[in-house]
């Protein structure tokens, strides 16, 4: 199984919630440290949400149709 980066969240709450609605899609998906991080370093770090290569459109479509565009990255 070859995963896939599906998105980057720019913390482990908002890849927690993605993980969620991939799950409810019936995705499984993976969670990782999207940058390093010093082990003693405090807070969240931006997260990359991955997919197994052959579900990557299905997660797609999945994310952008429950969520808000004023969810993803770059929006305040």
């Known amino acids: 199984m070859s995963m896939i980066q599906v ?5 482990l709450a908002d890849a927690e919630e993605m993980q969620s609605i991939l799950r409810s899609a019936g995705i ?3 969670l990782h440290p999207a940058v390093d991080q010093h082990p003693s370093a405090l807070g969240d770090i931006p997260t990359q949400v991955l997919v197994d290569e052959v579900n ?3 997660a ?5 149709a429950l969520t808000e565009p004023d969810d993803l990255i770059g929006e305040p």
């Open 60 to 64: 797609q479509d999945a994310i952008e």
């Open 28 to 30: 499984e998906s993976e």
């Open 7 to 11: 998105a980057v969240t720019p913390d």
């Open 56 to 58: 990557l459109a299905a």
